[in-house]
Structures are given as C-alpha cells and as structure tokens.
C-alpha cells in the first residue's frame, strides 16, 4: 500500500505491542470507535508522523481554550475539517510510524478522502513550531517520541541488513 501524506489512516494493534508507550492514545478495536490519523511525512525517511484525530469538539475546544488563556496561544491542538465535519487534531499526541504498521486508509463509500489543505497547512505549521520548541528543550508532545522512533529505526536496519 502506497502511504500518501494528507490522508486519513487506521494503525494495526501490533503497532502498540512493539512500541509500548503509555502515553499514546489507545487504539480501540471496532470500525466505528478506531481513531484515525492524520498522516505527514518530515523527511525523506521511512518514518511517518501520525495526528490522531477527535470528534470529541466540545471537549477539545475547552483545552485550547484554557490554553489560550493560560499560554495566549495553542500549538498543540487544531480544530479542522474532515469529512464535512470538524475534527479536533492532536499534535500533542502526534507519533512516529512505519509503513507496515498501517492498516488501512479511511474511505467514505470507498473513495480516501485528503484533509483539506487549509486545515493541512495549519496543522503542519503547528506541527513545525512544536519541533523547534523541541529541539530548544520544550517538549509538548506526550508520547516518547525519540524512544519510538529509534525502536522503527533499529527495526527498519534490521528489515534492510
């Protein structure tokens, strides 16, 4: 399966079993309860950059709303569109991901559908921001994401060698 940065995808259970972070969001099992995630590619390396999507709103819009507050702004959240609806994309929960950890692509009567590009723009220029603060030693994001990410290196060197 050819993984195309902008679309919507669903991640097999396994993917969990390898990298055993507790602070990813848990995948639930089920067509209707799974997550998506929203996929970006950084760089020209195998390792993808998953954004779990909510269509818990009401929920979201508090949290950027009490960051807001608190902060004056909020990097790590971005209300946007999918599907005609709004979605809450969560890059504060944001991980790194190989190929053969992906299931499926998420379909509407069997068409993938692209996030459209003004929520991509956003949610890439978030998604830059909280890599420099990063690299500056503020780190937004929840999961491990070096730890996971050098688990899908050594797994990708070892698929190769």
């Not at 969560?90 to 379909?107: E, G, R, S």
Request: aromatic share 10%; glycine share 4%; proline share 3%.
């Amino acid at each position: 399966m050819k993984i195309k940065e902008g679309y919507v995808y669903h991640i097999k259970e396994e993917y969990f079993k390898v990298v055993r972070d507790e602070k990813l969001m848990k995948n639930h099992e089920g067509n209707f309860t799974r997550p998506n995630y929203f996929c970006i590619k950084l760089d020209n390396s195998e390792i993808l950059w998953f954004v779990p999507m909510s269509s818990k709103i009401d929920k979201y819009e508090e949290i950027i709303e009490k960051k807001i507050e608190k902060y004056k702004k909020c990097d790590t959240i971005v209300i946007g569109n999918y599907r005609g609806r709004k979605h809450a994309f969560l890059i504060q929960n944001m991980f790194p991901i190989i190929a053969k950890y992906i299931d499926h692509i998420d379909t509407v009567k069997g068409k993938a559908l692209q996030v459209p590009s003004e929520t991509r723009r956003i949610i890439l220029e978030k998604v830059n921001k909280v890599f420099k603060l990063k690299k500056k030693g503020v780190n937004l994001i929840f999961p491990d994401v070096d730890n996971i990410k050098g688990i899908l290196l050594k797994e990708l060197k070892k698929e190769e060698g």
